[in-house]
């Protein structure tokens, strides 16, 4: 069971923006910096967003990440077909002592 | 370009101790300023945290996986090691190994491609 939370499933058409919560708690993103991480089918997760809504080389400026208290989200604008994928959030857990997932959340575009 | 590479056996037996290496080009685990990790993913499940360690000897284990977790690593071949004990069919993944961009605090900003490894008899 993933001590941070999220939807199982979103989805959106082509051109919308779409947004992935996260639910934490104090020893968590409370405390942390979160990061999100995309993965395509049958691919390794790769980093999106990161620190205060930073992004690594070569992810888009559609990509956005907030964070208030113990949740975090990810918006994605201007949708895309190939934004297709499974999402996660993370961070590291203090009572944990150790990263946590998210459970992920599976994005359809229609 | 930092790269990550796992691999070992893709069939363990019940009750036997599962063995990954990750091979890292492009850059040395021994660098003071990073933490390195494995992270694995059942079939069609989400991501899990198995452990995370830093050259200077600290290390950071789940522990929902019961002490059954070693990580260690070989410097002069660039390689860390995971060692899980006594699987299940449970322990049945793809295992990646990646590098905390930073302290193990820090989010994973390199991946290896992952290898599946099935427990079964």
């Known amino acids: 069971q993933s001590v941070l939370t999220q939807p199982p499933s979103a989805s959106g058409t082509p051109g919308q923006r779409v947004t992935i919560s996260c639910s934490g708690s104090?020893?968590?993103?409370?405390?942390?910096?979160i990061s999100w991480y995309q993965q395509l089918p049958g691919a390794a997760p790769k980093l999106l967003i990161y620190?205060?809504?930073q992004r690594p080389s070569g992810v888009p400026d559609r990509f956005s990440g907030s964070k208030s208290g113990t949740s975090a989200s990810l918006a994605i604008s201007g949708l895309q077909s190939e934004d297709g994928a499974d999402y996660y959030c993370?961070?590291?857990?203090?009572?944990?002592?150790?990263?946590?997932f998210g459970g992920g959340t599976k994005l359809t575009v229609l | 370009q930092l790269q990550l590479r796992e691999s070992g056996p893709g069939l363990v037996k019940p009750s036997e101790t599962l063995s990954l290496t990750c091979t890292v080009s492009?850059?040395?685990?021994?660098?003071?300023?990073?933490?390195w990790g494995w992270i694995r993913q059942p079939p069609g499940k989400g991501l899990e945290w198995i452990g995370s360690?830093?050259?200077?000897?600290?290390?950071y284990s789940n522990p929902s996986l019961k002490g059954r977790v070693t990580i260690s690593v070989d410097a002069p071949k660039n390689q860390f090691s995971l060692k899980l004990s006594s699987v299940t069919a449970a322990d049945t993944a793809v295992y990646y190994c990646?590098?905390?961009?930073?302290?193990?605090?820090?989010?994973?900003?390199?991946w290896g491609q992952g290898t599946l490894v099935t427990v079964s008899s």
């Open positions: 990646a590098r905390h961009g930073g302290i193990a605090t820090r989010p994973f900003d390199y």
């Open positions: 492009g850059g040395s685990i021994s660098s003071s300023g990073y933490s």
């Open positions: 360690f830093h050259y200077s000897g600290i290390t």
């Open positions: 104090s020893s968590n993103i409370g405390s942390y910096s």
């Open positions: 620190s205060k809504n």
């Open positions: 993370a961070a590291w857990d203090d009572s944990l002592n150790g990263v946590i």
